[in-house]
Structures are given as structure tokens and as C-alpha cells.
């Protein structure tokens, strides 16, 4: 069954990874981020309940949440900056720095 | 009252707070910057800035001390040579992008307390990384560094090209570390509950579970070499530095490139020892094609930060070379002499870009000609570090560059080396390129150079002595360190030499 399980996070992950690279709105690409980072708590959850001492997946799996909730509110300050100069959050028009 | 007691002997029995000092000076610090703003309502910012130097003294002071006299291990830190110099070589990298960005108080009108702070929080996040033993610590650091950069490389909030710049940089380095988690899964999960490095080689059996750590090993490749830029995770780096404010620049070009280094060295060395035939042939890969791409690509440029940018691609692909060589009798001193080395050149090519752009407001280089007549200090001290990075005799980057490749060499690395040479001469090419447009008069000067004396005034004027000052000094360190230090690189080298693990 456990593989099962791995599946399901394994595809969290690649659908978060699809939208990160294939979305045109800033707020778009943080919630993949956050999904991306989902399944990888799931996965940490998932492997810790087959052992004896589960204190370390579970401590890990909160740090994680922490830090997804850190660097989405990183990305909707930046994205507020950039809304605030272009009126807009699409980032495919961001192509100032080129080659 | 007892259970305080208790409480506070049983603290003092676990975390061996003589170990963390050095941290826990730069967190004092960091509290004092806030409140200090606080309590000031904006004004007086000069101090900000001289609490941040004082408490990187101090730490620098401390960490010093302890490298003299090796201290107890522990369960979250361990303290060995290696670490402590990577410790070390961040200070310094904090240190001196502190120095060049005091003139930056008085010529902008955004807020000014927070600068120091995202520096303070940036290089405490680079110094625990570089003692980090257990998989919490690692991550959490590395995105406590990932996220303070992020925000000083978006601080000018009005510059559109900042702003993009912090967007693409928060992105990418949130992928990449979700990358990096994700092999940390697999490697909890496949050895039975362990979170501590030492622990993981212990309980995971090699043999039974080569394909996942295989799987494991290539996404924790993905996330470190990231932060590394080596080559198809590189494509942030020149968008990042050319839209960044250039001190900003400056400070995450080494201080994240030393931490990413000690946690590749680290997560390699102890977690994948069988694997070290399939790594290395990935790695070296890497390094080569880095190096190629770094320098070929860096020729064509137009803007200085992003020739930087490229350099500093092609710089880690050497430093590369110095982690596959590591054996035994020498540890991984080729590595450790040239990042010393490389922070030295790269600040003070920062170091004079930096009062450059502030008195013309141009980054290409094409307005860096004739500069020999206008300040002859700014391009001496250039040409110096320019050639230092080239690998030109006298200076210290060619006797950097001469271990690394003589290191690279005896340990079997043929391919890599030969590739290194190469490249090596053609990223001469465009660093002389600067160094003669700079130094050749021209009849017509550009427009930008002709305002040079006016706008040098109007800013000496401004700003006191002192600080003025504070840049000059930080280039002449810099400028001092990568002359002399290939001259006396014995010392170094044997400070270096016993961090094998």
C-alpha cells in the first residue's frame, strides 16, 4: 500500500511542478510552489508512520508549513510591488533582463 | 524556582552555547538593529550600519578563538576545521559588502533599516548552513539564506528590473529547494526514521536501495547546484545580478555561493561515499560544461554585471574541479585556498563597479572607456582585480588557480583540467578587453565619463569623510588581499589541509 501512497505524492508534486512552469499569473505560480511543497510533506508523513519514533518526519513536516507560509508571503510581497508599478501580475511580461 | 533550575541546567547540558557564539552575537546584533530603528524613527542610519560592523567583528573575533581551540561536538552542529572556515570566509564576505554599501544610506530614498538587517539575516543563514549536520537545520537554513537574498535583490522597490529580478530569484530557488526536499524524503523514509546525517549512513543499506538513492541523489544534485549556478541550473544567475541593486550583487554572489559550496561538499562526501564514481562523473559534467558555457557566453556581453554574472558561473566550474580532486593527505584544501581567494577578487571587482555606477548610473561597458584619466585609483585597483580573476602571474588567482589545476591533475581529472586551461585563457580575453578600454585614451570621451568630475563632487560633498572612506578602504583591502595572498599562500594551504572527513 505504501506505494500507493508515494504515487499520490510523487504526482502532488509533478502537477505543482507543471503549474509553476506553465502559469502566467504571479499568484498562480506560488500556489504550485505551495502544492509542490505539499507533497512533500505528505511524503515525509507517509514514510514516518512506519516507524517506531515518528518525532522526526512529523517535526520536519512542520518546519515545512513554516516555510511554505514563509516564502508565500515573500512572493505576494513582490508580487504586490510589481502590481503596484504595472498594474498587472502577469509575469511572461517581465522580460526586461535578457540574455 | 527549582523547575528553572533544572530547566536551564538540562539547557545547558544539550546545546553548548560556547559553540554557537559567533551566531548568537549576530542575532544580538540583529535585535539591537531593529529596536535601535525603532527607537529612532529612520534618523541616524550611520548606526545601523556600525552596529552590524561591530557585531561582525566581534563574531570574526570569537570564531577565531575557536579555531585555535577545537570545541565539543554536539548533535545539531559539529565543530571541525571545515566548518569553521567556511564560518569564517561568510563574516568576511559579510564584513566587507557591509563596507561597500555605507555610501548607499545617504544616496537613496527607501527605507534604510531593513538593508542591514536582510545582510545580518542572510549571512547568520549562510553560517549555520556551513555547521548544519542534521536534515532540519540544512533546510531551514538554506532557506533562511535563499529568503533574505530574495529580498535584498528586490530592495530598490521603485526599479522594475529589481523587482523582477527578486520574482524570477523567489521562483527558482523555491523549485530548486523543493527539489532538494524531496531527496531529503527519500533518504529519511529509506533509513529507517533518521533525520542526522551521521545516522543516515549508518541505518541505510546501500546495496538493497541503489535505485532510489540514485533517484535521491540526482534531486539533491538539482537543488545545491542551484544555488551553485552550474550549468542547466545557472539561467537565474545573470537575470539576477544585472536587475539586483549592485551591492546586493555583491553580498549574495559569494556569501551563498561559500555556503552552497560547504553544503554540496558536505551532503556529498557523507551521504553518497559508495556513489562516488556515478557522482563524480555528473559532477565533473557539470564543471565542464559550466566552465564552457560560462566563459563562451561572458565574451559576448555588454553590461558589466552580467559578464560578472557569467564569470562567476565559469569561477564555481573550477572550484568544481577542487571537490572531485579531494583525497586524503590534502582534504579539500584546493577548494577552501580558492574560494578564499575568489571572495577576495569578487568583492573588490564589486567593490569598484559599485562607486562607478553610482557616479555615471551606467553598467555597460562600453562607458568604462578612457577611465585612467578621470580616477586613476578606481582603475589600478580594477585592473588589479580583473587580472587577479583573469589568473595573470604576480596576483593571487593564478597561484589559486595553479593548486587547484596541479590538484585536479594528480587526482586523475584530465578532461577537466585541459578544460579549464582553455577556458581559463579565453576568459583572459574579456577581462583585458575591459582593462584596455579603460586604459587607452580616447579622443572622444563618452558623455557619461565627461559628467564623471561634477557628479564625484556633488557626492563628496554630501556624504562626510569618513564614509566616503569606507568604500576606498574596502577596495584597497580587497585589492591588498588578492595581490598578497598568493604570495603567502603556505600558510593557507596548510590552515586547509586537514578537513578531509
Known amino acids: ?99 | 524556582m527549582n523547575d528553572i533550575n533544572s530547566f536551564l541546567s538540562r539547557l545547558n547540558s544539550t546545546i553548548n552555547f560556547s559553540t554557537i557564539l559567533p551566531e548568537i552575537i549576530l542575532i544580538v546584533g540583529l535585535i539591537t538593529i531593529v529596536i535601535t530603528d525603532l527607537v529612532n524613527k529612520g534618523k541616524n542610519a550611520i548606526f545601523l550600519y556600525k552596529i552590524f560592523l561591530i557585531s561582525t567583528l566581534v563574531s570574526m573575533g570569537i570564531l577565531f578563538y575557536q579555531l585555535i581551540s577545537v570545541i565539543a561536538f554536539e548533535d545539531l552542529y559539529t565543530n571541525n576545521i571545515f566548518n569553521n572556515l567556511f564560518r569564517f570566509f561568510i563574516l568576511i564576505c559579510s564584513f566587507i559588502s557591509v563596507l561597500l554599501s555605507v555610501d548607499y544610506v545617504l544616496c537613496s530614498k527607501i527605507s534604510l533599516a531593513e538593508f542591514p538587517l536582510f545582510k545580518i539575516s542572510a549571512g547568520l543563514g549562510g553560517m549555520i548552513l556551513s555547521c548544519a549536520t542534521n536534515l532540519i537545520t540544512i533546510y531551514v537554513s538554506l532557506e533562511f539564506l535563499a529568503l533574505s537574498s530574495c529580498f535584498l535583490s528586490g530592495y530598490t522597490k521603485r526599479d522594475i528590473r529589481s523587482n523582477e529580478a527578486s520574482m524570477k530569484f523567489l521562483l527558482m530557488s523555491g523549485a530548486s529547494s523543493s527539489s532538494l526536499l524531496y531527496g531529503f524524503s527519500l533518504l529519511y523514509g529509506f533509513s529507517d526514521g533518521q533525520v542526522q546525517l551521521d545516522n543516515i549512513i549508518d541505518k541505510i543499506s546501500f546495496s538493497q536501495y541503489l535505485p532510489i538513492i540514485c533517484i535521491s541523489a540526482a534531486f539533491i544534485l538539482a537543488g545545491t547546484a542551484f544555488k551553485l549556478s552550474l550549468f542547466p541550473f545557472h539561467q537565474w544567475t545573470p537575470d539576477v545580478y544585472e536587475g539586483s541593486p549592485t551591492r546586493v550583487v555583491a553580498f549574495f554572489s559569494v556569501t551563498s555561493k561559500v555556503a552552497a559550496l560547504s553544503l554540496f561538499t558536505r551532503l556529498f562526501r557523507l551521504i553518497f561515499p559508495y556513489l562516488s564514481n556515478e557522482w563524480h562523473i555528473v559532477v565533473e559534467l557539470l564543471a565542464i560544461s559550466s566552465m564552457i558555457l560560462g566563459n563562451l557566453i561572458a565574451v559576448t556581453q555588454r553590461s558589466f554585471k552580467r559578464m560578472l554574472a557569467y564569470s562567476s558561473i565559469s569561477q564555481i566550474g573550477y572550484v568544481m574541479i577542487g571537490i572531485l580532486a579531494a583525497d586524503l593527505e590534502n582534504g579539500y584544501a584546493s577548494m577552501l585556498t580558492y574560494t578564499f581567494i575568489y571572495i577576495f577578487m569578487n568583492l573588490g571587482t564589486f567593490a569598484r563597479i559599485t562607486p562607478f555606477s553610482l557616479r555615471t548610473g551606467t553598467n555597460n561597458i562600453r562607458d568604462y572607456a578612457g577611465l585612467y584619466m578621470k580616477d586613476p585609483v578606481l582603475t589600478f585597483s580594477l585592473v588589479l582585480c580583473l587580472l587577479s580573476l583573469g589568473g595573470i602571474p604576480p596576483l593571487s588567482g593564478f597561484f589559486g588557480k595553479h593548486y587547484l589545476f596541479w590538484h585536479g591533475w594528480k587526482a586523475g581529472l584530465y578532461i577537466s583540467v585541459t578544460v579549464a586551461l582553455v577556458t581559463s585563457v579565453i576568459s583572459i580575453y574579456y577581462y583585458l578587453k575591459i582593462i584596455k578600454l579603460m586604459l587607452t585614451k580616447t579622443t572622444n570621451l563618452v558623455d557619461t565619463l565627461k559628467t564623471y568630475e561634477k557628479q564625484k563632487s556633488l557626492v563628496s560633498s554630501v556624504i562626510s569623510t569618513k564614509l566616503k572612506s569606507s568604500v576606498e578602504m574596502a577596495m584597497i583591502l580587497c585589492a591588498l588581499a588578492s595581490t598578497l595572498s598568493g604570495l603567502f599562500m603556505d600558510p593557507i594551504i596548510k590552515i586547509t589541509r586537514n578537513t578531509f572527513f
Not at chain 1, 503549474?19 to 499568484?27: A, D
Not at chain 1, 504550485?32 to 508512520?49: A, C, P, Q, R, T
Not at chain 1, 510591488?81 to 498587472?88: L, N, P, Q
Open chain 1, 1 to 99: 500500500i505504501i506505494d500507493y501512497e508515494l504515487i499520490l505524492s510523487t504526482y502532488l508534486v509533478c502537477v505543482g511542478f507543471f503549474g509553476l512552469i506553465t502559469s502566467r499569473n504571479m499568484v498562480r505560480a506560488l500556489m504550485s510552489l505551495e502544492l509542490i511543497l505539499n507533497g512533500i510533506i505528505l511524503n515525509f508523513i507517509i514514510f514516518s508512520n512506519f516507524f517506531t519514533n515518528r518525532e522526526g518526519g512529523e517535526i520536519f513536516s512542520l518546519f515545512i508549513i513554516t516555510l511554505a507560509a514563509v516564502e508565500a508571503a515573500t512572493g505576494l510581497a513582490i508580487s504586490l510591488s510589481i502590481h503596484r508599478i504595472r498594474k498587472c501580475t502577469r509575469i511572461d511580461q517581465l522580460n526586461l533582463l535578457k540574455w
